[in-house]
């Protein structure tokens, strides 16, 4: 069945809105906090856009597995948000980005400038939301989310260096992307659980699960800018063909090629001067013939059944209280079907 923007999962589609109007607020607030025109009207402008709203969301549903109260992760959730966008604003800017969620980026409405300094602004507010929290959790949480921040920068300088290296394996192609990606979800559900006072156990196999699925997600995007549909994808698609990236099609394909097939992928990996849409059409071409969307599939169930396994033994742990992971069961099977 065809996946679509309107049918989440409604426990993840219930923690948006919560989402939602607790960032109402924020904005406002911050609006007359950051008192110039160069760092409000962009703020609002990059969390206006959307996006999937999911780290929060997860931190949400973690949280509520072990309490029904979720006010106190609230704020620990919008600051994941305004961390997650913080680093996109700064990563159209390494990137020289002209679109985002459909959209103009940032650095491009404004400018480089104004766009590092928002991104700098955000990361401070980040920490901020965090602030409130218990200090019998604080601690703890503030941790992993400290730790989930760093590694999302190293992930992003793996990313750069990639981009000058005429060869990257697989399996350092998944380390990137474990930093870049999975590890802001799986601190998502981490410090949700530790919010909700899971046991040591119960917040390390949340972890787990997160980190799998998160890999499978950034999986499943590599697959949709070749293979998804632009007007739900929410932006072009052939991208990141047209920009070399270094994703795990790209590597594959480099691996697998012989003859006069590696020959063409080496040109239009190579050459200068083309019509964009000749090169995404070429590669694409290439990357059928090699069957590596088969492939790239495979490699994104094979983390989904990591994920599930990591629930399966977190049921186990928590016998009749089981039920209550059925959401994120469900959550994982949507995002592994869903096409933007």
């Given amino acids: 069945m065809k996946t679509t923007k309107h049918n989440l999962p409604q426990a993840i589609d219930s923690h948006l809105q919560s989402i939602e109007k607790e960032l109402t607020p924020i904005l406002a607030a911050l609006t007359t906090e950051l008192r110039v025109a160069e760092l409000s009207e962009p703020f609002a402008y990059i969390m206006s856009l959307g996006g999937k709203r ?3 969301a997860l ?3 973690a949280c509520q597995i072990f309490t029904d109260d979720l006010t ?3 704020r620990p959730a919008i600051g994941l948000e305004v961390f997650h966008n913080f680093s996109l604003v700064h990563d159209d800017i390494m990137d020289k980005a002209p679109i985002r969620r459909g959209k103009a980026t940032v650095h491009h409405v404004w400018n480089d400038n104004i766009a590092l300094l ?7 507010k980040s920490y901020d939301y965090f602030t409130e929290l218990q200090p019998t959790v604080f601690k703890q949480a503030f941790e992993v989310f400290n730790k989930a921040a760093l590694e999302v920068c190293i992930g992003q300088q793996m990313d750069m260096n990639f981009e000058t290296r005429d060869e990257v394996r697989a399996q350092e192609y998944l380390e ?7 590890v802001l979800i799986a601190a998502a559900l981490k410090i949700g659980a530790i919010i909700g006072r899971a ?3 119960e917040v390390d196999l949340l972890y787990e699960f997160g980190l799998n699925l998160g ?3 950034q999986v499943q995007d590599d697959i949709l800018d070749v293979y998804g549909d632009p007007e739900v994808f929410g932006k072009a698609i052939g991208g990141d063909i047209l920009a070399n990236k270094k994703t795990f099609l790209l590597i594959r394909a480099m691996e697998l090629a012989q003859g006069e097939t590696r020959d063409e992928l080496q040109h239009w990996l190579s050459v200068q001067t083309y019509e964009p849409q000749s090169k995404i059409v070429a590669v694409t071409n290439i990357y059928n013939q090699l069957n590596l969307l088969t492939l790239t599939e495979a490699l994104r169930e094979e983390f989904y059944d990591k994920a599930l396994e990591a629930l399966a033994k977190l049921e186990l742990k928590m016998q009749e209280s089981a039920h209550k992971l059925i959401d994120l069961r469900n959550f994982a099977h949507w995002l592994l079907r869903r096409n933007y």
């Fill in 54 to 56: 999911l780290r929060p």
């Fill in 59 to 61: 931190m949400l549903m």
């Fill in 72 to 74: 106190p992760a609230l």
């Fill in 118 to 124: 928002l991104g700098d602004t955000m990361l401070i």
């Fill in 176 to 182: 990137m992307i474990s930093l870049k990606t999975s």
């Fill in 199 to 201: 046991s040591e156990a």
């Fill in 215 to 217: 890999l499978s997600f």
